[in-house]
């Protein structure tokens, strides 16, 4: 249930760090927003505190995404492989080790793809095509927004797909949600009894805030204060490294 409240700081990472499970998201959470999807930036720093991450935790580091396990292995390179892997809400997914598992893309998916890239030539917008989705990007062009959630959601009901609005964006997808891959992951030996902490900056990462309350653990909202399941809040993505860096700190020197 979202409640309006104002987001307190992170603490600083109790001595149970230990028993926890760390879900994080990717755009806005880990890394910048940019005006372009494949715009943004992966520093050697984060790919670093990746690492650290796995070796800190493992089998208890997952990245859950909007992205598809493709992209985000593009991006990311062999450090993607050492930790779990959600991709396309949640419709791909991978542990370290294990080849990914993943649904074959329906047809209606292409269709839908190439109503919206057509879209998206008419209304100047920017056009991403996905595994398992596709999306509309309005952020340079944010008078466009009614319009392009009007196409989207034409799109979604015509191939009986999901409609997913996040910041200034729509996308159209196959079924999935962030919720159900922090659920499934937790049922692996790695994740088995910890604490999830869900990290995440969308309305797209509610459903992994709430579902990592009802295993035990908490939400935390990276970015500007709004309605949320978040239990913890942390100013953005350098706020969010940051307190990575403490917690693996404290495990350290435990």
Sequence with gaps: MLANLDMPDLPPPPPDLCDASLFLDFDGTLVELAPHPDAVEVTQGLLARLDRLAAALPGRVAIVSGRSLAQLDAMLGDGGRRIAMAGSHGAERRVPGDPHAASE????????????AAAAER?????????????????QRPDAEAEARQVAAAVAQTHALVLQHGKMMVEVRERGSKGEAVHALLEGAAMAGTRPLFFGDDVTDEDG??????????????????????????????????????????????
Excluded at 105 to 116: F, I, K, Q, V, W
Excluded at 123 to 139: I, W
Excluded at 222 to 248: C, E, I, K, N, Q
């Design 209 to 254: 805030f709430a579902a990592a309350a009802e295993r035990g653990g908490a939400g935390v909202l990276v970015g500007a204060s709004r309605d949320t399941a978040a239990r913890f809040g942390l100013a953005g993505p350098a706020a969010l490294l940051d307190w990575l860096d403490r917690a693996m700190d404290g495990m350290e020197h435990a």
């Design 105 to 116: 893309p329906p047809a209606a998916l292409a269709r839908a793809a190439d109503a919206l």
């Design 123 to 139: 209304l100047g917008l920017v056009f991403e095509r996905k595994t398992f989705g596709a999306a509309l990007h309005y952020r």
